[in-house]
């Protein structure tokens, strides 16, 4: 019996460079790693095919490594796969006639979960009378971006949030008399919503969530993933899916939330559980299953007009401040950087942006550290610049980029602003290492069609709308293919095991039935996944 596996008649794209490998077309995988990549007459695959190596013929089909999504979040993700989907609605109407066929369609649900509403469907009205009629049960709806809730009646009663104050950072819409109106935003959801969704939902809903990301995951071509808010709860779910039912299929990294609070004392007993955890799982210990940094949440988004700018909205002419000032954000990050913890700063609008780099730039240049900045969605160029030159990673979602939804933003901050979305290459002409992600499930966590709207500036969504985002910004198509695996393995220090396909990594790789053209990446498809060596998904 043979460990061997020889792939051959393949087109081989190995992440290390930007471009197709020009004369390799076999892949030979010994156990869980990579032996050799080059060509049939090599000395390593005659022998490899001597011992009797299986062999699959590929067809010319292109094996890629396996693709690490370099910010998504697993349980919300896995309990999306569950819920109503709101996507495709365009108004109240059409919102209103899903939920009520989701609620037909569930009739042993308890609660009614729904995803996917944007503020734009509804003219930003979120009220709980919209609700009420619907069903019997309570009904919560998640804002597509994940940064407010809209619930009916019911739902605010089973949460108690008649007398509750606003937490630090969020608020509980109230009409004149006090009473809750259905929205909760920014921390509200995220600390009222979300928690209280979690503890009515059963462990084993819960577990199977989990699982259920991991196989959709596997499904469409991954092999790792960047979990960017992981808490007590999801981290519990992920050790004991890994304890109970043996090493996962994905290479999992995480970045534990730290949620502001009133004090820095508060702030830094957070980083410190994070440091606890990050003793017993980290690269030596459990390189599959660990914790690498903290994730601190700079703002909102901006069709909410929750992002922070530096110049007021157009329209309505409104602004906020970044949620954690400069002075809270400071000593949280020295700490978590003075114990070896990456940090992950969300920052949308341009003014976070530049919170978050001089908070990182502070920490001083020379010691490797990978910091990163999530989104990114509008920089000035300077801070753009500043990025590489401090090595701090440019952690973008180019499916957030995708034209189809941005229909609001020349309204809301005009059209010079425009021109500044989403700049990817003023980050990487600065130098800075790019790591694409999908936000997984705030947009879709399919990787070819995040690719496409990387690198055509295109909608995934509407494939027929032919509005480009700032096509000056696109990527090249081997670019954005190489961020979505070396570069997000680089982003969390998994680099020197997986990312790429080299002799000695991990044979994690996706063989993909695509062209090699940008423009064909929405008809592209992955047809088989494998992790260390193992198939773990085969298109019927
Ligand atoms: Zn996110």
């Known amino acids: 019996m043979t460990s061997k596996h020889l792939f051959n008649n393949a087109r081989i794209f190995t992440a290390v460079g930007v471009s197709l490998s020009p004369d390799a077309n076999c892949l030979l995988v010994d156990g869980d790693r990579i032996e050799h990549i080059g060509k049939g007459d090599d000395d390593e695959v005659r022998k490899a095919k001597h011992l009797g190596a299986y062999e699959h013929d590929v067809g ?14 697993i349980l ?13 609605c365009r108004n109240l109407d059409e919102i209103r006639r899903t939920i009520r066929e989701g609620a037909n369609s569930r009739p042993n649900a308890t609660r009614l979960v729904c995803q996917g509403w944007m503020h734009s ?7 709980a009378s919209d609700l009420d009629d619907l069903d019997d049960r309570p009904i919560y709806i998640y804002a597509k971006d994940l940064h407010s809730a809209w619930c009916s009646t019911s739902a605010l009663s089973e949460m ?13 819409f109230r009409d004149e008399t006090g009473k809750a109106t259905g929205l909760m935003s920014e921390a509200a959801g995220i600390q009222i919503v979300w928690p209280h969704l979690a503890s009515v939902t059963s462990q084993e809903e819960k577990l199977s969530q989990i699982r259920e990301s991991i196989r959709t995951y596997n499904s469409v071509g991954y092999t ?6 992981t808490n007590e709860e999801v981290w519990s779910l992920l050790t004991e899916l890994h304890s109970s039912e043996g090493p996962l299929t994905l290479r999992i990294a995480v970045h534990w939330l730290i949620k502001p609070s009133k004090t820095t004392a508060e702030n830094i007993a957070q980083v410190d559980r994070a440091i606890e955890l990050h003793k017993q799982f980290n690269l030596s210990t459990s390189p599959d299953l660990r914790i690498a940094g903290i994730k601190i949440i700079g703002d909102g988004v901006v069709d909410a007009c929750t992002a922070s700018l530096r110049e007021p909205y157009n329209s309505p002419s409104t602004n906020v401040d970044p949620i954690w000032t400069y002075e809270q954000l400071l000593p949280v990050v020295q700490h978590a950087d003075a114990a070896g913890l990456q940090c992950a700063l969300h920052a949308i609008g341009d003014k976070t942006v530049a919170h978050a780099v001089r908070a990182l730039s502070a920490l001083g240049k020379g010691r490797d550290r990978r910091h990163r900045i999530e989104h990114l969605e509008l920089t000035s160029p300077e801070d753009a610049k500043r990025l590489g030159e401090y090595g701090i990673t440019a952690s973008i979602q180019p499916v957030h980029a995708d034209p189809a939804i941005l229909r609001a933003w020349s309204t809301l901050i ?6 500044r979305a989403f700049a990817y290459t003023d980050f990487t002409d600065g130098g800075a290492p790019l790591a694409i992600g999908t936000d997984a499930p705030t947009a879709s966590h399919l990787p070819l069609r995040n690719l496409y709207t990387a690198t055509t500036r295109r909608s995934a969504r509407e494939e027929k709308l032919t509005d480009t985002v ?7 198509l081997g670019q954005a293919l190489r961020a979505a695996s070396a570069g997000t ?4 220090f998994a680099d020197k095991r997986a990312g790429t396909l080299e002799k000695g990594k991990m044979a994690d790789f996706v063989i993909l039935d695509l062209d090699w053209e940008a423009h064909h990446l929405l008809k592209g498809e992955g047809e088989e996944t494998w992790f260390a060596g193992k198939r773990v998904y085969k298109k019927e």
């Not at 999306?80 to 996507?87: T, V």
């Open 60 to 73: 010319g089909r292109l094996i890629s490594p396996g693709f690490i999504d370099g910010h998504m979040h």
């Open 76 to 88: 919300l993700f896995g309990s999306s796969l569950a819920a109503i989907n709101l996507e495709h």
């Open 121 to 127: 469907m509804t003219g930003s009205r979120a009220l």
């Open 160 to 172: 108690h949030v008649a007398d509750m104050p606003n937490p630090e950072g969020g608020e509980i």
């Open 224 to 229: 790792g993933m960047i979990e960017l808010a």
């Open 414 to 419: 005009g059209p010079e602003r425009c021109k």
């Open 470 to 476: 700032n096509e000056n910004f696109k990527l090249g």
């Open 489 to 492: 393995a680089y982003s969390c």
